[in-house]
């Protein structure tokens, strides 16, 4: 990925709640993701990583507390809106590769938009299918062009809900060269993972979510290697 530098930008959760009827997906969260830190969530199937990504994409609504952006400008500029992969790609199968990222330029506003899809299609690797449908692609092959989709604004904060799925291991190595790179850069990683792998290690902090709630944050004490284990029970 280009290496240029990324305004800083960190992500503050302030008591949030978010309730589906009488459920709770996650209660009183609070803490603080500084610009520039690569921190993985961990814990099992329904504790709460997925509706926190997506709190955090602003694609929910919290039923209570206050999300905020540490280091961006109140409008929170194109480059401060977060990039988001989801376990579904979010493009467009019946336009091209090249298309659904021409689109999602546009709707980011990306100064010249079809030099930046060019950038992207050659950084993961999908210059020769530019042209093809996307839903003649495999399930890695989408997963490349949703990666590239949420980084076509240069987002100063990206969060990844299992960044690696459908990847292979050249894949999975290629993702975690440009994660990375664009860290170096200035860009705040958020990712929620199962388990130890080339991915996790670049982890500067992990934080562990049971029941909706936080339960265990490197920064207070917790081991690295004990939030992944657990993670992937």
């Given at each position: 990925?280009?290496?240029l530098?990324?305004?800083p930008?960190?992500?503050?959760?302030?008591?949030?709640?978010?309730?589906y009827?009488?459920?709770?997906a996650?209660?009183?969260?609070?803490?603080?993701?500084?610009?520039?830190?690569?921190?993985?969530?961990?814990?099992?199937?329904?504790?709460?990583?997925?509706?926190?990504?997506?709190v955090?994409?602003?694609?929910?609504?919290?039923?209570?507390?206050?999300?905020?952006?540490?280091?961006?400008?109140?409008?929170?500029?194109?480059?401060?809106?977060?990039?988001y992969?989801?376990?579904?790609?979010?493009?467009?199968?019946?336009?091209?590769?090249?298309?659904?990222?021409?689109?999602?330029?546009?709707?980011?506003?990306?100064?010249n938009?079809?030099?930046?899809?060019?950038?992207?299609l050659r950084?993961?690797?999908?210059?020769?299918?530019?042209?093809?449908?996307?839903?003649?692609?495999?399930?890695g092959?989408?997963?490349?062009?949703?990666?590239?989709?949420?980084?076509?604004?240069?987002?100063?904060?990206?969060?990844?809900?299992?960044?690696?799925?459908?990847?292979?291991?050249?894949?999975?190595?290629?993702?975690?060269?440009?994660?990375?790179e664009?860290?170096?850069?200035?860009?705040?990683?958020?990712?929620?993972?199962?388990?130890e792998?080339?991915?996790?290690?670049?982890?500067?902090?992990?934080?562990?979510?049971?029941?909706?709630?936080v339960?265990?944050?490197?920064?207070?004490?917790?081991s690295?290697?004990?939030?992944?284990?657990?993670?992937?029970?």
């Open positions: 990925m280009t290496a530098r990324i305004p930008t960190g992500l503050r959760f302030e008591n949030i709640d978010k309730r009827g009488g459920l709770f996650l209660r009183r969260i609070s803490f603080e993701i500084a610009p520039g830190e690569c921190v993985v969530l961990a814990g099992r199937n329904g504790s709460g990583k997925t509706t926190l990504l997506r955090a994409a602003q694609i929910v609504k919290p039923t209570a507390g206050k999300l905020s952006f540490p280091g961006a400008d109140a409008a929170l500029p194109a480059n401060g809106r977060p990039g992969v989801a376990h579904t790609t979010m493009v467009y199968d019946e336009l091209t590769a090249e298309e659904n990222l021409l689109l999602f330029g546009k709707l980011q506003n990306v100064e938009p079809a030099a930046r899809a060019e950038e992207l950084e993961v690797g999908l210059m020769e299918r530019r042209d093809s449908l996307v839903r003649t692609f495999s399930r092959m989408r997963q490349r062009i949703a990666i590239a989709r949420a980084l076509i604004h240069r987002p100063s904060v990206l969060l990844f809900d299992e960044p690696a799925t459908g990847l292979d291991p050249p894949g999975i190595t290629w993702l975690a060269n440009s994660l990375r664009v860290n170096r850069a200035g860009c705040t990683v958020v990712m929620s993972l199962h388990g792998s080339e991915i996790s290690a670049l982890a500067t902090r992990a934080v562990q979510l049971d029941a909706g709630r339960i265990a944050d490197t920064q207070s004490g917790a690295l290697h004990s939030i992944l284990t657990f993670g992937s029970a």
